[in-house]
């Protein structure tokens, strides 16, 4: 009998990352179609780029690159239809949503927690690195802190980066299915096509 | 009476640059249908990294994004059907290709010379530094060799390079579509339609 693997991806992202916020906002309706499932993957691009000699975004360290993604990402979400605004502290500090978002990564809740902070950060200018932020989000805000504070929540998104950078990832957003990296949102739809094949050639293996 | 004006893109690329390839192969084929006029802007990277504190590919600087690079790009030349064979050298000298293409740009056969070029060094692993090989894809050989020796083409090559940084150019290849930027391979598309709506709304103005 053919069994055919459920098709998946990871979808490593970074709530400071500009090109994240269309991609984690496009990624479920691009997969559940095709039956696709997402694996949300929070990770710091901070020590990322520090590998890479960079103190900051690359789009502030090279300001030529960083004016042309913000028209690109403006026309992006244009095209999308996606509110934009353009945040007026960037990059945001990260931490606590990533934090909290790693404590949810297993919960019914993750998506549409994810996609509110980067709505947050990119639609409505807000700073995502206030608990007021964070808490106004998700309920109840005491829990959510508390949680993410904890020790083990710490040490877990500390090794997810660790494990993006063993994984090769050197930006964000980047999906990964099986040894194959697609870095990018415009590498989405690539990313969830090749799920798709990849779970019918192992089903045909089998 | 409304009349449209011709929608048109220029294309700037680099024939060291690794995702130009696809996209000079497939410009023409994505502009053809809607009768979007391509122009070829040959320019080098070399002085736009050297602005940027860069005296290599970043591909070769950054190893992570290098080995991506050129797994996405076998991956993305299998999926428009274009031969791929990682170059033995990179990046390799243009000098002498872009020059060529400098004094060809208002040739009909300059399309197939750029394509050709990109060929020898993606397809074959050819040196395209070579007059030899540069020699062979277009004849007669001499009277090449001596156009692109020239000292106006020198400095025309210089001024595009120049013209290129102006236009707030990083990478290539780029399209350019009035004073828009769409920078890589995958924004080919966007940068097409753009010019169709450009075209249209000046019609409608007249």
Known sequence: MRRVSRPALQLWFEFASTYSYPAVQRIEALADGPGVGVEWKPFLLGPVFKNQGWNDSPFNLYPAKGRYMWRDLERLCAKYGLPFRR????????????????????????????????????????????????????????????????????????????????????????????????????????????????????????
Do not use: Q, Y
């Not at 932020?133 to 309920?139: D, F, G, H, K, S």
């Not at 998104?157 to 980047?174: D, K, N, S, V, Y």
């Open 87 to 206: 945040p007026s502290v960037f990059p945001r500090s990260s931490l606590l949503a990533a934090r909290v978002a790693r404590t949810a990564a297993a919960e019914p809740w993750c998506g549409d927690f994810v996609r509110a902070v980067f709505h947050a950060n990119f639609a409505d200018d807000r700073d995502i690195a206030s608990v007021e932020t964070v808490t106004a989000i998700r309920r109840p805000g005491r829990a959510l802190v508390e949680a993410a504070a904890a020790p083990e929540t710490k040490a877990r998104l500390r090794a997810a980066t660790e494990r993006a950078i063993a994984l090769g990832i050197f930006g964000a957003p980047t999906a990964v299915v099986g040894d194959e990296l697609f870095w990018g949102n415009d590498r989405l739809e690539d990313a969830v096509a090749w799920a798709v094949t990849a779970a019918s050639r192992a089903g045909d293996r089998r």
